[in-house]
């Protein structure tokens, strides 16, 4: 016989180890190791169906850190504000409060970049940039609002990028281009604002017309554009170091300390000398009401003050720099001046002929107006699908792109002040100096490189932002997360540009156009970059407080500090520069967040804010463990329990509803139910089961838990429901169940005794319990009550309870219109009338608005129909103990019945037509009356009623139903004392039939038992 051999393998032996034989079924459901590091090692990241990754699907991305981040950062970061807006911002400001604005917007996108990196390097980058980002750590809500936030500062920045293009074209290039003209200086600009419009419009069909064409050819020559901004902020470097020993020559006139414009002045003089004689020059003639005569009448000012020629470039070994260390703030319409310049104080007419300021300026408007100026930091980030290695890339690249950046704005700073007179720097399109670009007169060799050099800068960021743009509003409509995106704009067509996201984009960029000013769409492309900076620092400060597990960056300078700095000066930049653009764009996130939230997306991405609500749910539980809540806070915290039927559908959905109302979404809601078998074999079952609740629970707006219990009995699982559910602090007070309503025709005793262990063990438990009767009547969510009333019948003091339900239905829409009355029950020695007044004051100091009634109870004989009641409940308690019996001793009690008359008697009351005739009265709600059944005198009881004590219980309960028929049958929902249960077992049946009576006749009734606490009180 041949040796087996082991079906491990030896060690040692002849035969191979074969691990994967031990864990055989998990290999069929689980990927080996070898093919799990296989594929993440093939991972790739290349965005998928855009034509511009060079048609090369199957390349492997091979840009490094220079060429991938770096590059791509410069020439986003460099633009339109640094050629048109810096040197009149360092003018207006002064140099010490430029170089705050610069370096304070600086530190902003250095600390997010810091963010940034940390995000980036957490794990495999795929393309998608500050979207991407953003939404996978702060979940889908978020990622959505910041994500279109995002999207419209980039489309807003396009249109930026066009006006500036226009404006250096218009101003600079080609003046005598312009469409729109007026010889009124007042005029002019509502006319230059026109023309913006106009070229603007058509420029940008023009780019978004080349995007769609070709937007490989855009990316080719992204190269080109990046090599005219380079060029501009070398020529201007060269230029600051040439005026230091040769200036170059633009003068600028001067009519005393006021500037005059170069536009229609010849020669900067008042007179000049012609041959022999002195004859007015074009100046004269603008101030004075002749101009060929010396004698005529002229402007006061002009009279007073001598003309005069400055450099406007002095150069950087000039000093002029302590001129322009200070601001000088302007009103509209206001003069451009000299202050160390000589002047006779006069006020004289305000001339076209001065530099005027064409804005109100103030610190808080130039941050605005510069921010977007160092925005573009997520260029690389947005690369990442082409990057060889993204997460070493993009921290490098991103901030040695932002150092390099703020070192050229901080040092021209220095160096426009240094060099630029400060007159000219707040002169923003260059009128004194005969319109040249302003920083281009500082240039070397020619202004025109700067202006040539600017023109194309900005042409070529406008198409990259048209570019991007809608592929971000693309990679948003493709997550699924905002729906009114979903139908055109996710679906890319053959040649893979989203062109409904770029028809869209075009739209919203000629807006921005329309405005047709630099300076007010700057501020507003701010507000949304701003945003979505301060999310960056708000998802790395979070990741890192709450210690994900799966927050491991490769990135390891950054702290959560850092990121809260960066996130509180984004927030501060926001307020400061524009309060109601800010609000606005607040408003216009928080409506995108609540739309999302609202439609209920799907995505679960791990989200930091779902971390921090664990947090924020972990600290709350354990302050709710210090101690019970007071009384006034006190409310029900509810748990259901629901009953399934073989379907496992819910049979009573309207327990569901009544919950509903009663807790008007406010408080903890658990809704339990319980399954019979075994969790091993039942656990398919146990989540359809919880998806069938979770879906009713929502079509009833029931805002809570679910939770089944499988057990091998029904008790048993409501026990361990009533024990186990609730975490902490935040457990359930209160029972909510409903009646058996067919206890009685049931031959199965399970029911109505699952209900009893139900009641003991809530009792026990020291919680409320609240059982409602025919729930099947209860109205619905849609169907509130015009009229009526709710009916309190306040027997026995249960802490409170029955006075605050009502108040608590109430509060809920359909239960609104109805009015509380409570009703008390005086015995004989009771003072009735002291008793309402008592009750009455004591709902006043309660704050519960409620009619008042005190019923008197006078003790009468015992009826016929108490006797009758007493006697077939005793039947019944006694059939069914037979009916328990096993089938020898059954047969055996058989024949003794036979033989026995009074027993046949008692098994033809009991019998199955009476119990339908039971049944069909309890259907159709029929009620009696004393009158009804009682006959002249009280017969003597009969003879098999023995128990005086069930004689007397039923009739009280007879009794009592009585008077509540009498006084609530019209009442919309009567609420009454339930009491306990009997210590005995053995009178279990007794205490349903009680139960049963004392309800007969009432079309909805709430059965209350407090948990032995007060859960009201009259103190504030």
Not at 792 to 808: A, E, N, T
Not at 840 to 864: C, G, K, N, P, Q
Not at 951 to 958: D, K, L, P, Q, S
């Amino acid at each position: 016989c041949p040796a087996i051999p082991p079906p491990w393998g030896w060690i040692g032996g002849q035969l191979p180890i074969s691990l994967p034989l031990v864990l055989q079924e998990e290999m069929d459901t689980r990927p080996k190791v070898s093919s799990l590091l296989n594929r993440m090692a093939n991972y790739t990241n290349l965005t998928q169906g855009a034509r511009e990754h060079e048609e090369a699907e199957n390349i492997t991305p091979q840009m490094g850190t220079f060429m991938g981040v770096y590059l791509p950062c410069l020439q986003n970061i460099f633009g339109v504000i640094l050629f048109l807006r810096l040197t009149w911002v360092v003018g207006t400001a002064g140099v010490l409060q430029a170089f705050a604005i610069v370096l304070i917007c600086c530190c902003c996108t250095l600390l997010t970049a810091i963010s940034m990196s940390a995000i980036a390097t957490n794990g495999v980058v795929p393309a998608g940039g500050s979207y991407f980002m953003i939404s996978r750590a702060l979940g889908p809500e978020f990622g959505g609002a910041v994500g279109l936030c995002f999207y419209l500062g980039t489309t807003f920045a396009a249109a930026m990028y066009i006006l500036g293009a226009i404006e250096i074209f218009l101003i600079y290039i080609t003046p005598e281009a312009a469409i729109f003209r007026s010889t009124d200086v007042l005029k002019e600009s509502a006319a230059m604002l026109n023309n913006m419009r106009v070229y603007g419009s058509a420029f940008l069909v023009l780019m978004v017309l080349v995007v769609f064409v070709g937007v490989r050819y855009v990316n080719k020559f992204a190269s080109l554009f990046l090599a005219c901004v380079i060029v501009s902020i070398l020529a201007i470097y060269a230029g600051a170091i040439k005026s230091s020993f040769a200036p170059p020559h633009f003068p600028v006139c001067m009519l005393g300390n006021r500037t005059l414009s170069g536009r229609q002045i010849d020669i900067c003089a008042k007179t000049q000398e012609l041959g022999n004689f002195t004859v007015p020059t074009q100046l004269w003639g603008l101030f004075c009401n002749s101009s060929k005569q010396l004698n005529a009448t002229c402007d006061e000012y002009f009279a007073h003050n001598n003309v005069t020629s400055i450099q406007g470039i002095p150069g950087l070994a000039s000093g002029i720099i302590t001129e322009n260390l200070w601001s000088s703030y302007l009103q509209k319409g206001e003069i451009i001046e000299k202050p160390s310049a000589h002047s006779v104080d006069v006020l004289g007419a305000m001339s076209q002929e001065y530099v005027l300021a064409d804005i109100t300026t103030s610190f808080t408007l130039l941050v605005g107006i510069f921010f977007p100026s160092v925005t573009g930091i997520m260029a690389g980030s947005n690369r990442s699908g082409d990057l060889k290695d993204a997460q070493k890339s993009i921290p490098i690249g991103t901030i040695l792109a932002i150092l390099t950046t703020s070192f050229v704005y901080l040092s021209n700073v220095v160096l426009f002040g240094a060099c630029i007179e400060g007159v000219v720097l707040r002169d923003k399109f260059g009128d004194a100096v005969h319109r040249n670009l302003v920083v281009g007169t500082l240039s070397w060799p020619s202004p025109w490189v700067i202006v040539f050099g600017s023109f194309f800068s900005t042409c070529g960021a406008g198409l990259q932002s048209l570019t991007g743009a809608p592929r971000l509003l693309q990679a948003i409509a493709k997550d699924n997360i905002i729906p009114f995106l979903r139908v055109r704009l996710a679906a890319s067509p053959p040649n893979g540009e989203p062109t409904w996201a770029l028809l869209l984009t075009a739209g919203i960029a000629e807006l921005g156009i329309l405005i047709a000013s630099l300076d007010l769409v700057a501020p507003i492309l701010s507000m949304f970059f701003l945003m979505c900076y301060l999310f960056v620092n708000l998802a790395c400060a979070l990741q890192t407080l709450l210690r994900t597990p799966n927050w491991r960056p490769r990135f390891r300078y950054y702290h959560w500090a850092l990121s809260f700095v960066g996130m509180s000066i984004c927030l501060a930049l926001m307020f400061v520069s524009s309060w109601y653009y800010a609000i606005v764009a607040m408003v216009i996130a928080g409506m995108i967040y609540k739309y999302i939230e609202y439609q209920g997306s799907e995505k679960e991405w791990g989200d930091g804010i779902r971390g921090l609500s664990l947090s924020a749910a972990r600290f709350a539980l354990l302050r709710l463990e210090e101690g019970p809540p007071h009384t006034k806070n006190w409310r029900p915290q509810l748990l259901v329990l629901l009953k399934l039927d073989e379907d496992l559908h819910v049979k009573h959905p309207r327990l569901l509803t009544f919950a509903s109302q009663l807790k008007a979404g406010k408080g903890l809601t658990i809704v339990g139910s319980v399954m019979v078998g075994n969790f091993l074999e039942n656990y398919a079952e146990v989540l359809a089961a919880e998806q069938t609740i979770k879906h009713l629970m929502e079509a009833e707006r029931v805002k809570g838990f679910c939770q089944l219990v499988v057990a091998a009995k029904v008790r048993e699982g409501i026990s361990h429901l009533i024990q186990s559910c609730g975490l902490g602090g935040m457990k359930h007070n209160t029972v909510v169940m409903g009646w058996p309503n067919a206890w009685r025709q049931s031959e199965d005793a399970r029911a109505w005794k699952t209900f009893i262990s139900t009641v003991r063990v809530t009792t026990a438990a020291r919680l409320a319990l609240l059982v409602a009767k025919n729930v099947a009547f209860y109205p619905g969510n849609a169907e509130p009550f015009l009229e009526g009333n709710i009916d309190v019948w306040w027997i026995v003091h249960d802490g409170g309870m029955l006075m605050l339900l009502p108040f608590l239905l109430k509060q809920h829409k359909v239960w609104r219109k109805c009015n509380i009355r409570i009703f008390t029950v005086a015995q004989l020695e009771d003072n009735s009338i002291q008793m309402k007044k008592d009750l009455a004051t004591f709902l006043y100091h309660l704050r519960i608005e409620a009619e008042v009634e005190v019923v008197e109870m006078h003790d009468s004989d015992i009826s016929a129909y108490t006797y009758e009641r007493t006697l077939m409940m005793e039947q019944r308690s006694q059939m069914l103990r037979h009916m328990r019996l096993s089938k020898t001793e059954r047969d055996r009690e058989a024949q003794l019945v036979k033989d026995r008359n009074s027993m046949l008697r008692l098994t033809s009351i009991g019998s199955d037509e009476d119990e339908e005739t039971e049944t069909y009265q309890e259907k159709v709600q029929m009620t009696w009356t004393k009158d009804k059944y009682m006959p002249v005198s009280a017969p003597n009881p009969p003879a098999p009623c023995r128990d005086q004590s069930n004689v007397r219980r039923m009739h009280t309960a007879v009794k009592l139903n009585e008077v509540i028929v009498n006084k609530s049958h019209e009442a919309k929902l009567v609420l009454l004392n339930m009491p306990g249960p009997p210590r005995n077992p053995a009178g279990d049946e007794n205490y349903m039939e009680f139960l049963e009576v004392l309800t007969e006749g009432l079309e909805r009734v709430l059965l209350v038992r407090g948990g032995g606490s007060e859960v009201i009180t009259i103190y504030s």
